[in-house]
């Protein structure tokens, strides 16, 4: 959810309030480390109250850009089941890694949306075409940095497509198949000619790897702004995680149950190195229902709540900063997210009010 979106949860709350089933949770979302905007939301059952921060999500963030930052555990934790779905379902039960690369002579060419998305729509379906049906990729901007004059730039324009699929060994005939028809694709697009491409696979087969490719396809590589703002201003809005095959409906759920079984057992088995660097099973579990706005104490219960963002009356968004709310919070979740304590809104039963009589007086016959 977004900051200054437009937020209808279709029940006012007064009308949640009265009702038998009354929606009673609210949930204040924040931004920033002074909050501005928090907005109430309404659970669709009973007094839960939680809290989430709301960030800018962009890559050049000096908070959302981070390695592991909250913007980035959200990330990962909403793609992870996809990513052990695919390491699960193969023959040979791994994971398969390619990097398409952009060649530097015409990287000019692919400074926006379209480009872009001309050229990962092509590679999805080039990678179809090799029975790679279920997949998902996303654009890095820039690389890990190059050495110029001795020094570390981060800021060379270096876009590359990361594809995971299901993984399988590829010969090298195969490989020299893909190659060539991403050197077609890119003259086709760039309108120049391209000599040699670089496209890279790897196969893994341990779960931690997969966690690790995970995390690293997810992170930011547009960590500078300062002399990028027009690529920034044409890459506005850009669609960058795209999934190919998984389905709808049913059949996605089933896939994606199933890479949430494998990943659960693998967190309630990691050991040693691997545990620092993943999530508690319980840490991951509470991470992903958030993201997802459904109800954490309910779901302990064995109920399935999602989570309504409330408006008040004028249709406004109530303004609390987090300093104002940090007496209600209970716990403080994984990915900037908190569990809250209740508000009791009216500590007087409504039958004691209906019973008083004296409030009635001048206003209705009481005889």
């Given at each position: 959810m977004r900051a200054g979106g437009s937020l209808n949860p279709g029940v006012s709350y007064g009308e949640a309030r009265a009702g038998a089933k009354a929606l009673a949770l609210v949930s204040l979302l924040f931004t920033g480390e002074t909050s501005k905007e928090p907005l109430f939301s309404l659970c669709a059952k009973y007094l839960h109250d939680f809290a989430k921060r709301l960030f800018c999500g962009r890559e050049w963030c000096k908070r959302c850009g981070l390695d592991?930052?909250?913007?980035?555990?959200?990330?990962?934790?909403?793609?992870?089941?996809?990513?052990?779905?695919?390491?699960?379902?193969?023959?040979?039960?791994?994971?398969?890694?390619?990097?398409?690369?952009?060649?530097s002579q015409i990287r000019e060419k692919f400074r926006s949306k379209g480009k872009l998305s001309r050229a990962g729509r092509a590679v999805r379906e080039l990678l179809k075409?090799?029975?790679?049906?279920?997949?998902?990729?996303?654009?890095?901007?820039?690389?890990?940095?190059?050495?110029?004059?001795?020094?570390?730039?981060?800021?060379?324009y270096h876009p590359h497509l990361n594809c995971l699929v299901v993984g399988r060994w590829i010969p090298e005939k195969e490989m020299r198949v893909i190659k060539e028809?991403?050197?077609?694709?890119?003259?086709?697009?760039?309108?120049?000619?391209?000599?040699?491409?670089?496209?890279?696979?790897?196969?893994?087969?341990?779960?931690s790897q997969?966690?690790?490719?995970?995390?690293?396809?997810?992170?930011?590589?547009?960590?500078?702004?300062?002399?990028?703002?027009?690529?920034a201003e044409r890459l506005f809005g850009?669609?960058?995680?795209?999934?190919?095959?998984f389905g709808q409906g049913e059949k996605r759920e089933a896939k994606l149950k199933r890479g949430r079984v494998v990943l659960g057992l693998?967190?309630?088995d990691v050991k040693g190195k691997e545990k620092e660097e993943a999530m508690t099973r319980k840490e991951f579990d509470e991470l992903v229902s958030m993201s997802h706005m459904k109800c954490l104490k309910c779901m302990e219960q064995g109920e399935l709540v999602g989570i309504i963002t409330y408006q008040?009356?004028?249709g406004c968004r109530k303004v609390e900063d987090l300093e104002t709310l940090r007496p209600r919070i209970e716990r403080e979740l994984s990915g900037g997210f908190y569990v809250l304590s209740t508000v009791i809104l009216n500590e007087k039963p409504m039958s004691s009010v209906e019973d008083d009589t004296k409030s009635l007086e001048g206003e209705y016959d009481t005889s």
């Open positions: 592991e930052s909250d913007m980035h555990k959200r990330r990962y934790a909403r793609l992870m089941d996809k990513v052990f779905y695919l390491g699960d379902i193969g023959k040979n039960h791994g994971l398969g890694y390619f990097v398409f690369t952009i060649p075409s090799h029975d790679f049906d279920v997949g998902l990729s996303r654009w890095h901007y820039f690389g890990d940095g190059e050495i110029t004059e001795g020094e570390l730039d981060a800021g060379v028809a991403w050197r077609r694709l890119l003259e086709l697009v760039s309108g120049e000619s391209v000599d040699v491409v670089d496209v890279h696979y790897q196969y893994f087969k341990s779960q997969w966690w690790h490719k995970g995390v690293y396809v997810t992170r930011s590589t547009f960590k500078r702004l300062e002399g990028h703002e027009g690529l850009f669609r960058n995680l795209c999934y190919w095959g693998w967190l309630d008040d009356f004028n």
